[in-house]
């Protein structure tokens, strides 16, 4: 992605450059643009090294610009994917509400086509005044997105609200607005199970398994990014993405009450978690101690949550599952694409371990039509993406699902 970053004279100006490396350690990149007293902040060298790109300042007659600045403005606009204006200050949100453009940033905010987003931050006494919040729904109604700022120590020494937000979050909103919409996925409302259960015996002993549900959250974020409305039903302990709406669970039945809750609104299921299969016959409401000789934990088989919501799904809903095989996987895949009346089902070889933790992974998809191309060897977030680039094409290839 291609990201214009705007810094304009703020405290949290020198957060801009972290979160220009991590934009560009993401593979993306990052222009920023500096207005004269951002630069008093942050200097052009800095952000210039990190990113690779040339940092742009605020002034053409200080020879801030590059060769032929009577355009330099349109092009910018033209390049970006999106631009983000990080720390957004209250006089930049003032300019920009009001169309005014006298240096470089301003002027490329108004001749851009790009998604438009803003990171403000400044004292909790600037950013509740009215003029302020007025000139932000005025962005808002331009369809700029706002990264509202967090509670905290600011700068000044006051607390309250103002301060930026986390960078981690700047950056997932950046790319959630900055990412090109799938046509077929765009608005649709896509739940996604992701992560382990965890099934517990008494009050100190749980049965699980070696899922992390990172594979999950990828996927909710490259929805996200795709457009659609992701709703995340998650266990295990890894910390929900940004801009996706998350319920935690524990146990598989909480997993389901949770799904259950959510399927009728959705478009789509996505099955990523791991779900235990089995869950003990009783929970102790005291810790079990040992006992003499051999003793025997009593399992009993857990709802199996895509075939519950499968049989309860009403036309045009679609449901994609995981299969986790470590022999056989092509058979078995198929087997579940039938049992469970998928669309289709993403085969994981686990053979000795792979997948669970590890850094690359390859997918398999199997549907109706039979094996297709193996998805992979890439990361986890690149995975994602291009399984949610397979599924929109299976989407629009066959129109609705059906
Ligand atoms: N799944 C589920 N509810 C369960 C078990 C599995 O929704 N109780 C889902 C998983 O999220 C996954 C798919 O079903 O999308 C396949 O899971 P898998 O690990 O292959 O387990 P099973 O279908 O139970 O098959 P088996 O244990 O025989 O391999």
Redesign the pocket.
Known sequence: MQIILGIPGGIAAYKSADLARLLTNQGHRVRCILTEAGARFITPLTLSSLTGEPCYGANPDQGEWRANPSIEHIELARWADIMAVVPATADLIGKAANGLASDLLSTVLLATRAPVLWAPAMNTGMWSHPAVQANLSRLRSFGHAVVDPDDGLLACGEEGSGKLAQVDAIAEAILMHGAAKLRSLNGKRVLI?AGPTREDLDPVRTLTNRSTGAMGIELARAFRDAGAQVQLVLGGDLPAPWGVETARVRS?QEMLAACQARWSGADGLV???????QRPETFAPEKVKKGEGPENLVLVR??????TLSAARRPGQWIL?????SENHLA?AAA?LQK?QLDG?LVNDVQGGRAFGDQTNTLTPVTAQGPQAPIGPLSKDALARAVVQWWNFQIEGRGTVQ
């Open positions: 199970t598989a099955g990523a978690a791991a779900v235990a299969d857990t709802p199996d949550i895509l075939a599952g995981f299969a986790a095989e078995h579940k469970k089902v």
